[in-house]
Each structure stands twice: as C-alpha cells, then as structure tokens.
C-alpha cells in the first residue's frame, strides 16, 4: 500500500495533496484540535517497555542518516538507576542538499515535541535537548515557542506528562549549535551540548551506556521522532503496509519518508513518499521533471556523504538498500540533489572536497591533512594543470582516508571517499578529458607516454 494520505506533513500542505502557498506555523492550540497529543496520551498507557518493542517491531529506522533501527537503539539503555538519563533531539542537519527537518520545524514543531515526550516516556529520560543548528535562526525562534507552549499545556513540567496523567516528569529545552557539518555527528553533537569543541568522540562506550555528561542517552533525528507518535496511534500493520521490503536480505524500509529535492527539476521542495520510490518517479511524478526538457545525468542520492548515483541508475528504488544496490554509501537523509545533461561533474566533485575540507574538525590526521590534499588535486585537474598519475593519487588518497568505516573517529572521512570515489568513477571520462598524459621514463629508454 503506498501513502496515500499525507502523515508527517498532515497539518503541512504539499504537493500532491496541500498547495504549498497556504502553509502557516501550527499552533498548540491547532495542533490538539487536530488529533495532536493523543498518541501520547495513548502512549501512557502502555508500559514504557511495550513502546520499545512496538517501535522496535515497526522495523522504524533513523531518518537522520544511517538508517539504524530506533527502537533497537532505545533497547540499549541500562535500566533506570535514579540518575539523570537524556534524549538529545539532532537537528543540525548540515548535510548539504538536505532541509527535510527545516520544514517540520518551521510549520509543525508539536509534532516532534510529541515524538520527544513518548521516548521520553518508553526510555525513561528526563532531559530531552533539542540540538538546533546555528544557521537555524528563524526555526529556533519557532521551536522555543512551541517548547513553551508544551510546557503551558503540561505535556511537559514537574508535574508529570500531560499534566500528571504519568508521574513521570521530563523537561525539554532548546540548544543552539554553533554553526558546524561535524555536530551532526551523534558524539560530536554532544561534545558541543556540554560547551565544548564539536570534536567526535571514540567509542565505545557509546552513547545509550555513557553519553551526555556520562549519563546513559539516546540521540535521535528530528523525522525519526515524529514518526513514533503516528506508530503509537495506527499500529504497527498501518505502518508497515507502506514503504517496502528488502530483496537483497537486509531490514526492511517501512514507512512513509520526508524526502526534499533540489537541484534541476522543475518544483524542488520536501515531499512525502514511500520508502523504495524509484528516483525517477520522485523527479518526473512529484518535482515535474528535469528542467528545461533536460536529460537526467546524475544525482547525490541523500546528502554529499553518501556518493553520487550515475547516469544509468535513474530508477534507483529510494530506499535502504540503495547503498548496496547502486554502489553508494546509503540512502542518507533521502534529499537528493539532481544535475541535468550540462552538470560539469568535475566542477561538482571540486564543490564537495571544498566542503568537506572546510568541515573537518581537525581532530584525526587522515581527515585533516587528506580532506586537503583531496581538494587541492580536484582543483588541479579542474584547471587542467593535472596528469594521470594525479587522478590515481586522488582515488589512493580518497580510498586510505575512509572505507566506512576507516581510519578516523567519525565518518566525516568516509563520506568524503564515498562522495569522490564515487563521482570520479562513474563520470571518469570528464575526468580523463581534463587531464594530460602521465610520462614515465623506462630503463633510460626516451620518457614514454602513459594514458
């Protein structure tokens, strides 16, 4: 059964279903007059355990990236020792071509802040932070209203959840990040709660053992949140009667998916979708085709990091198994950025090593020095100053720094292989075109020319 209805973007208007024009920030007021907040009133009737293994059992995997399953995350918590426990709300979203969180934020922030209160209820935390990244101004402004507004409404306080209906008391509050791609990192995002560098952490321990402050805490994405609460009200059938199964053995992909596309369509924006969409029909069906008539040449199949999908993977069904399917790193955030016919692919390779060069932290010798050396030699080639040998080097250099996973502590390293390796090898030819001829001296036999 695909989504027929929209269900995260229900109070949000999109196409197909809702004229974008007409959207407006919801209200608490409007958000409970419109069914908001009984999940969680159902949700507290049910044993916190029984919330686990619900969320466990709908196969709900993290929408922030990784794709790991949220209830098998919240299965990883110790049991409650009368100390702090927290819930970390990430919404840095600093991967480049992604805005799907932005849009939740800005028209339907109760919507996570009921997410927020029925983990907080089946895990036991009472501290929830919502990380919010620096550039998200007018979106911070947004959910600290409706944190406010929560509180009034008792959903959250010291008397309890939903105005005492569980004794159990959780408090919620806004943090601004500082402005950085690495504290979208789990770790990382909460070295910088804590007041420190955005620097990622080793682990183990990980974070549900010894996170915040040392404390046992869970770190969830902003769409992964607000789809618990339609879990909690429909049922685990109603979830999985959308998104799709996997043919290659891995998990499943249920559920609906937030997915924004920008780039050369016609009518870039976030649209709600069925997880196995083939990228085609998101493009032509929903975003009204290539722009300008156009043929399709490639696309960042969700988020820089994960690579680049070719010319000839156009179909490539939009779901976790894309990454093995197509030779990426993954499905991502699902926010694809789409080149047309006239794409300078190495022009796009230069842009990426930029960014990833500008964001690493700094902290572990690969990244730091490779992310560099990355860029100086697309640079190179882009100028036509290169020769062969430097373009092997660049695959030798991309390939050592990450290999998910690689040699660094986070997987700022391998999403910088993935997205250069990936570019390079399915669009080479532009890549051969921009380079001179390697010459190589053979037993002092005149140099001879290698191709």
């Not at 409007?30 to 619900?54: H, Q, R």
């Not at 504290?183 to 709660?193: D, V």
Request: glycine share 14%.
């Amino acid at each position: 059964m695909p989504v027929t209805e929209p269900i995260l973007t229900k109070r949000i208007p999109t196409q197909p279903w809702g004229d974008p024009k007409t959207r407006k920030t919801v209200g608490v007021d409007e958000f409970i007059a419109t069914g908001g907040y009984k999940s969680l009133e159902k949700a507290l009737d049910m044993a916190p355990a029984d919330i686990v293994n619900l969320i466990k059992d709908a196969n709900l995997r993290g929408r922030g990236g990784a794709g790991f399953s949220c209830g098998l995350k919240w299965s990883f918590l110790p049991p409650p020792d009368g100390g702090r426990r927290y819930l970390c709300i990430n919404c840095d979203e600093a991967e480049p071509g992604t805005f799907k969180d932005r849009l939740l934020c800005d028209y339907d922030p109760h919507i996570i802040l009921e997410g927020i209160a029925i983990a907080c209820h089946a895990c036991q935390l009472d501290t929830a932070y919502f990380f919010i990244r620096g550039e998200y101004h007018h979106q911070a402004k947004i959910v600290e209203k409706a944190i406010q507004e929560a509180y009034a409404k008792g959903i959250f306080g010291k008397q309890g959840l939903m105005n005492g209906k569980s004794k159990f008391a959780v408090d919620c509050y806004l943090h601004r990040g500082a402005g950085a791609y690495i504290c979208g990192e789990e770790t990382g995002l909460l070295e910088a709660i804590e007041g420190r560098r955005g620097w990622p952490r080793l682990k183990p321990p990980f974070p549900a053992v010894k996170g915040l402050f040392g404390r046992p805490t869970i770190i969830n994405n902003v769409e992964t949140l607000a789809a618990v609460s339609p879990i909690v009200d429909k049922g685990l059938a109603w979830w999985k009667g959308m998104g799709c199964e996997s043919n290659i053995g891995g998990a499943p992909s249920y559920g609906p998916k937030l997915m924004g596309v920008s780039g050369h369509v016609n009518r870039p924006g976030v649209f709600e979708c069925d997880l196995g969409i083939p990228l085609k029909e998101l493009v032509e069906k929903y975003c009204g085709g290539m722009r300008g008539g156009k043929k399709f040449k490639g696309a960042i199949a969700g988020g820089v990091s994960m690579g680049v999908l070719g010319t000839d993977q156009y179909d490539a069904p939009m779901d976790f198994d894309i990454g093995r399917r197509c030779d990426v790193m993954g499905l991502g955030t699902a926010c694809p950025t789409i080149f047309d016919e006239d794409t300078d692919m190495v022009a796009v390779a230069r842009n990426i090593a930029r960014f990833f060069k500008n964001e690493s932290c700094g902290q572990c010798t690969p990244c730091r020095e490779g992310a560099g050396w990355i860029f100086k030699l697309i640079t190179r080639i882009e100028r036509g100053d290169a020769t062969t040998k430097d373009l092997d080097l660049l695959l030798e250099i991309a390939g050592s720094m990450g290999l998910s996973p690689g040699t660094t502590i986070c997987g700022l390293a391998d999403g910088n292989n993935w997205a250069i390796r990936t570019i390079v090898n399915k669009f080479r030819g532009e890549f051969e075109a921009r380079v001179k001829p390697h010459s190589v001296a053979v037993g002092g036999i005149p140099l001879t020319v290698v191709r």
